[in-house]
């Protein structure tokens, strides 16, 4: 099991139970992304996981501080259940009076969990260590100690068939590192709720095993239980740090099993559009909570590895219907990427550029690239400067992305560089517009620039130093101030206002849809809503109750510039709002009216919070009485699981003791057998040479008595034997003497038999020289005729039988000594193999591929090659010793 580079301390109690943890560089402690466990005492954050139907995992500070956690008040009968119920509400005790434990073993087994596991984790230590072994032995793994080519590389693939591996769900229960989303109602592990948590590969971290990764149908199982159950039945905020931790787990799941297949790229579009709906729900939130610089960098991750299961799914002539909608995503992440369009649009085929998507995005990307950043990069170099007072389009931008074409998540993208283009758009206007001109209307401009309000308008002014007046009772914006040096005044701030979410252009357009429809994607689904800000004609804003006539210029002295430095009370709204106004005898009335309303509608309103007051209080007391009923129901569970438990621990002891017995008889029986078998060994050998002794014994004295009793019959018998040699070489003799004889006198003339039996053999010698000779001498067009060439494959193709679905590529093999013989030669002109590369690619009209290539013992082979490989022919050798067959070399 590897663990991550950074992965959170066993001993440090300040960070478990925290899988969310993510480092951001600031030195201090980090809490959970996503809210993350509050402190012990927050009774608001206990009510609200109460409501939710998941109770706060509290086992940490249980743990450390027992007297606390497992007190019961000391009282009556009367008011237990009273006392009880105040004791879940109230926040737990500091005092340092010792107060005695009530709680009974059954219950705290149940709530701290059983000691048990600690063994159980050690030993499933110890088993993973053979499992390793065992995985390296049969090949599922790679030998770290052995080296490997990399074409040599094992395919690796998981067998985890839960969304958990059991030693990490034992593990992270042992040492404290479960998520409150996975636990129970004691804060124990829960297997039908925990996901493996992502771990960072780091050196010295072991090699995963099999059983620690998961295939591809449990990914896509675990990733539709974290959309659909757990981010539809918790807040996002609450549930954002658990589920961007499990989905990078899911994402290295693929990667540790290299898997680029259909499934993968659902897997990956998935978690891109929850990371780009994170970007704009979340964007408010504090950076304890929320990091956007994260969420943008593992968005940027997963949009480059669909990017890459694209381009090699379309080699393989697979279409993805949602590629377009995706190179959208990246090219509005990408939006100040000059060149990105262009390689889009060269590398992309057409059926992807007409996606709806796709031609939005190029809308926006079109609108958004008119800029007036002046960056000194590399790309810019030698290159004429952006035009300063370059309008950027901003009007047009903004009315594209509220148009019904734009649908909610490429809005979204867009959403994460509306502070980069409204910053344009200042600089644009205050270079555009000229100090004398009376300004602009605060709310035309609000509009205009697509702002919710105007608080957040001005806020946004003020922090790039421009003028901020108020005419009369009117407050309007000029642009077009300088310096002494004639310099226009724009304030670059260090760093952009931080996002905020556009409730007014962009959240709209997620209509009545819920997160998990977002998520999985219903396409198309969101193109008809419309939320385009018409900017109305340019006139100056009013003041509440103020009565004033339109002007169109006013001179310098009437005019009351307010100061431009930035404050978190926003004093320059609160003076104007403040200002003293003169009012008419109308206005007078009319305020005197407003007000009688508002007291008459503040006083239904308290009649209506007394009302919903009781009611709540009603509530209360249901809840309690159903709460005291779930207690005691709860408490009789608890005992009668605890007696299971306890009978059951029982019957572990004694089966381990009767386990114990066994062994230890069949220990005292194996050496008691040992020791027979030693004595019967030693038994029989002492038999058994005592027998050889007494036989070898008998038998010398045997032959000694025969020795004597055949001794004259072995004299007889060399006399005889001599006589018969004298015999036989008297005969001998005569033999000879009279062949000596008959060869003498009877040997006939045989001359001229030998001349005639020579004329005979050789004329039989020369002809049969003479018709070897003739075979041997083929004519010139059966020469040709071997060397002539022919086209194999359109021969192999008819017997080939594809799959529909899969790659129709097949090759055939030629398998030859040498490059350089005379058979090789034959092989590339009779199969028409190209001499450079020595092979043949013939295309057929169904898309079918079939090679012909010639191997030898000195090609390098790659494992597409392999794989596509359909049969060999193999050629016999030009040296050949007679007797032999060329099969055996």
């Not at 968005?299 to 590629?323: A, M, W």
């Not at 002494?484 to 701030?493: D, N, Q, R, Y």
Request: proline fraction near 4%.
């Amino acid at each position: 099991m590897f663990t991550s580079k950074h992965s959170e301390g066993v001993g440090n109690s300040s960070n478990r139970g925290t899988s969310g943890q993510r480092g951001r560089g600031r030195g201090r402690p980090m809490q959970r992304r996503g809210g993350g466990n509050s402190s012990p005492n927050n009774n608001n954050n206990n009510n609200n996981n109460q409501h939710h139907g998941h109770p706060k995992n509290q086992k940490q500070s249980n743990r450390g501080n027992k007297q606390q956690s497992s007190w019961t008040p000391r009282s009556n009968n009367n008011n237990q259940q009273q006392q009880h119920i105040e004791r879940d509400v109230s926040p737990l005790r500091t005092s340092s009076t010792p107060i005695k434990s009530t709680v009974s073993a059954e219950q705290r087994m149940k709530r701290f969990g059983d000691t048990d596991k600690s063994l159980l984790y050690t030993r499933m230590k110890e088993d993973r260590v053979a499992e390793r072994q065992e995985a390296i032995r049969t090949g599922q793994i790679a030998d770290p100690n052995v080296p490997m080519r990399l074409e040599d590389a094992i395919d690796f693939r998981g067998t985890c068939m839960s969304m958990c591996p059991a030693f990490e769900l034992v593990e992270r229960e042992v040492q404290n590192m479960l998520d409150t989303l996975e636990t129970d109602a004691f804060g124990n592990a829960d297997p039908t709720k925990a996901v493996k948590r992502y771990r960072r590969s780091a050196a010295g971290n072991e090699q995963p095993l099999p059983s620690d990764v998961r295939p591809p149908p449990v990914l896509m199982r675990t990733l539709s239980y974290l959309f659909d159950n757990v981010m539809m039945e918790n807040p996002l905020i609450t549930s954002h740090g658990f589920l961007w931790d499990r989905t990078r787990s899911i994402r290295q799941d693929f990667t540790l099993q290299n898997i680029r297949d259909i499934n993968a790229v659902e897997v990956h579009e998935k978690i891109a559009r929850f990371h780009i709906l994170s970007l704009h729900e979340l964007c408010e939130y504090d950076e304890e909570k929320f990091s956007q610089q994260q969420e943008m960098e593992q968005l940027g991750k997963v949009l480059i590895s669909l990017n890459e299961f694209y381009d090699d799914l379309r080699q393989e002539n697979i279409v993805l219907p949602n590629e377009g909608e995706f190179r959208a995503y990246h090219l509005i992440y990408n939006i100040r990427d000059h060149e990105l369009a262009s390689r889009i649009m060269a590398t992309v085929p057409h059926h992807v550029l007409d996606h709806p998507y796709l031609k939005q995005a190029y809308a926006i990307y079109k609108a958004i690239q008119r800029n007036n950043e002046i960056k000194q990069t590399a790309e810019r170099r030698n290159k004429p400067e952006n035009i300063l007072a370059a309008q950027n389009y901003y009007a047009k931008l903004f009315k594209i992305i509220g148009s019904s074409e734009t649908p909610f998540l490429l809005a979204c993208m867009t959403e994460a560089h509306f502070a980069e283009i409204r910053k344009g758009a200042f600089k644009a206007m205050q270079r555009g517009y000229i100090f004398n001109y009376k300004g602009l209307d605060v709310e035309y401009l609000r509009q205009v620039l697509a702002y919710d309000d105007e608080k957040h308008f001005l806020t946004e002014a003020e922090l790039y130093g421009l003028v901020i007046e108020r005419v009369e009772d009117t407050v309007n914006i000029r642009f077009g101030q300088k310096t002494k040096g004639k310099t226009s005044l724009f304030v670059e701030p260090l760093s952009l206002p931080r996002q905020r979410q556009s409730r007014l252009l962009v959240d709209p357009k997620k209509g009545t849809r819920s997160y998990s429809d977002i998520v999985n994607g219903d396409q198309f689904s969101d193109l008809h809503i419309c939320t385009i800000i018409n900017a109305r004609a340019l006139q100056p804003s009013r003041l509440p109750g103020v009565t004033t006539q339109n002007t169109t210029f006013i001179p310098d002295k009437d005019r009351q510039l307010l100061p431009t430095h930035v404050v978190t009370s926003f004093p320059v709204v609160q003076r104007i709002v403040n200002a003293t106004p003169t009012y008419s005898i109308e206005d007078l009335a009319e305020r005197e009216r407003q007000r009688n309303e508002a007291q008459l509608k503040q006083q239904r309103q308290q009649e209506l919070a007394k009302k919903q007051q009781e009611l709540q209080q009603q509530q209360d007391e249901l809840k309690a009485r159903i709460r005291a009923r779930e207690q005691q129901m709860e408490r009789e569970l608890a005992a009668q699981k605890a007696a299971e438990a306890e009978a059951r621990k029982k019957r572990q002891q004694q089966e381990a003791e009767d386990r114990a017995a066994r062994l230890e008889f069949q220990r005292r029986q194996a050496l008691i057998n040992e020791l027979a078998h030693s004595l019967a060994q030693n038994v029989m050998e002492t038999v058994v040479m005592e027998e050889v002794k007494v036989a070898s014994m008998s038998t010398m004295y045997q032959s000694r008595k025969l020795k004597k009793k055949l001794e004259p019959y072995l004299d007889l018998a060399r006399t005889r034997i001599h006589h018969r040699r004298h015999l036989a070489s008297e005969r001998k003799y005569l033999h000879q003497l009279v062949d000596r004889f008959s060869k003498h006198k009877s040997k006939p003339s045989c001359k001229a038999i030998k001349q005639q039996r020579v004329r005979e053999s050789l004329y039989l010698e020369k002809r049969m020289v003479y018709e070897n000779l003739r075979k041997q001498v083929l004519p010139q067009d059966s020469i040709a005729a071997v060397w002539e060439f022919e086209n194999y494959a359109q021969l192999i193709h008819p017997v080939l039988q594809f799959s529909s679905s899969g790659p129709k590529e097949w090759q055939l093999w030629i398998h030859v000594e040498n490059l350089l013989l005379e058979s090789t030669k034959w092989f590339v002109h009779k199969f028409g193999l190209d001499t450079e590369f020595g092979r043949r690619v013939e295309r057929s009209e169904d898309g079918s591929i079939i090679t012909l290539r010639t191997v030898s013992p000195q090609s390098r082979l790659y494992s597409k090659a392999i794989d596509e490989m359909g049969g060999i022919i193999f050629s016999l050798s030009e040296t050949r010793t007679p007797g032999t067959d060329d099969t055996n070399k």
